[in-house]
């Protein structure tokens, strides 16, 4: 058993391993779940599961380790050898990392793994079933491209309460159901008995977009340095604020580090980690690995990578082996062409080129900046991110321009068509008030 990679199969289980993983799952379970226990079970209980659970043909466990230690796992559970007609679907069960070990991007980690080592085995379909309660995970699976095909009303009871539970697939040969399927709200059909408005498969993320430049928070125009708007000379303040207002990501870039191929803010963006608990990205300024892996230890959940993945794609592509589901490429362009440094430099690569290459390399997600419309408040461009999206089977977060709530609305209906498209930064409108957060949430939702 490997001790370095920290996402592995389990086949055996040594007794430090054992009883760091019963205490993870205890953890989990007094923490409200993410294991099938509601109530805790006792050392013995968990290390008779667990070893049971290794000699079961039909279950696959796999741990996440934080510094050596096992904090997490899942399993993957196939169908029996009877069913041969769903020989191609494996469900995935139980994922989890205890709460202590949070914060550091490991359940995503876990699940792009537990999902490679599926597609390696030959499964074309992963199946998974949840709470609704457990929001977490739930955005875990979207954000990792899972569909969601349907609501169960009654899917569990804790304590008093009957729960619904949320059912999403993932084709894993990249390909994605026909058309979102519309969740139908079974619970408000039986109560009505007609049926309700069909609402969008996921919600999309918002990004609010931290910009850095001289220890401040800015936002450009059009990346133009000195076009720069100072919104907040307390970062981490700001961070909060974004956080308060229900946000779920932060998205930050080092402005100077852009520019001097370095990161040039850092003070900054540790009062931001120190300041919240939501998962950030950053980039700006990450040109080697010791920069991405340094971030990536101190706690930035995904790196953004915008002038290596021209210049230094044999990078992006170590930084993906040595960082799955952590590294997503940037890619900024002027009128199709893509712009590096800063954006002072405009390559002859296409966005399109650039993103298909960088998924080959292994990013998890692609973030599309069209330039002329950054900080310019017109709108995003709809048709060069859905063009992108359908290019690529990996998610897209749209950035460049929002600049009312009918954007986002417009993005939202473009999303319907383009289902890899995942997110969007917003910046300048949040700033300036035009766009409220809730109601963009509402959106977006
Ligand atoms: O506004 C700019 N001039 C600018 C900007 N926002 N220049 C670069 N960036 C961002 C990119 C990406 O997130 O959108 O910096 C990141 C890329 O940095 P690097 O150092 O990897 O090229």
């Not at 070893?51 to 696959?60: A, D, F, I, S």
């Not at 996440?64 to 096992?70: A, P, Y």
Request: glycine share 10%; proline share 5%; charged share 20%.
């Amino acid at each position: 058993m490997s001790r370095k990679k920290p996402v592995h199969r389990v086949l055996e289980l040594e007794e430090d391993d054992l009883q760091a993983l019963c205490e993870a799952v205890d953890a989990a379970i007094l923490d409200g779940g993410g294991f099938g226990w509601i109530q805790p079970q006792g050392r013995q209980v968990l290390e008779r599961y667990f070893k049971g659970l290794l000699l079961v043909p039909e279950r696959m466990l796999f741990a996440v380790r934080l510094d050596g230690v096992i904090v997490g796992c899942a399993q993957l559970v196939r169908a029996p050898r009877n069913n041969e007609a769903q020989a191609m679907c494996v469900s995935l069960m139980h994922l989890f990392v205890a709460p202590y070990a949070r914060k550091h991007g490991l359940g995503a980690q876990l699940l792009h793994e537990v999902e490679n080592a599926a597609r390696s085995m030959g499964y074309r379909v992963l199946n998974v079933d949840i709470p609704d309660t457990q929001t977490g995970a739930i955005a875990l699976f979207r954000k990792a491209g899972f569909q969601q095909w349907g609501t169960h009303p009654h899917y569990a009871r804790i304590g008093d309460q009957t729960v619904s539970g949320l059912f999403f697939t993932k084709l894993l040969d990249g390909t994605r159901l026909p058309s979102p399927t519309p969740v139908v709200d079974e619970t408000r059909m039986t109560q009505t008995n007609q049926s309700s408005t069909p609402s969008p498969a996921r919600a999309l993320t918002l990004y609010p977009a931290i910009d850095l430049k001289d220890g401040a928070c800015v936002r450009l125009r059009r990346g133009e340095m000195d076009d720069a708007t100072v919104y907040s000379d307390d970062p981490a303040a700001q961070a909060r604020a974004w956080c308060d207002a229900g946000f779920k990501w932060l998205h930050a870039v080092d402005l100077n580090g852009a520019f001097e191929g370095q990161s040039a803010n850092a003070p900054a963006v540790r009062a931001i980690l120190d300041a919240t608990t939501v998962p950030m990205q950053l980039g700006g300024g990450l040109r080697d690995m010791s920069a991405i892996a340094g971030w990536l230890e101190a706690g930035v959940t995904r790196v953004i990578l915008g002038s290596v993945a021209v210049k230094n794609p044999a990078l992006v592509r170590e930084a993906c082996r040595l960082f799955p589901g952590r590294i997503v490429a940037g890619i900024d362009a002027r009128s199709g062409r893509v712009a590096t440094e800063g954006w002072a430099e405009v390559s002859d690569m296409q966005a399109t080129e650039l993103a298909l290459r960088m998924q080959e390399a292994g990013v998890a997600a692609i973030i599309f900046t069209e330039i002329s419309r950054d900080g310019m408040l017109e709108g995003l461009d709809l048709e060069q991110t859905v063009a992108l999206a359908n290019t690529v089977t990996i998610p897209v977060i749209a950035s460049g321009g929002v600049g009312t709530i009918e954007h986002l609305a417009a993005l939202r209906k473009a999303a319907n068509h383009a289902p890899g498209i995942e997110g969007v930064i917003v910046g300048r409108a949040l700033y300036d008030g035009r766009v409220s957060p809730a109601e963009a949430l509402k959106v977006l939702g």
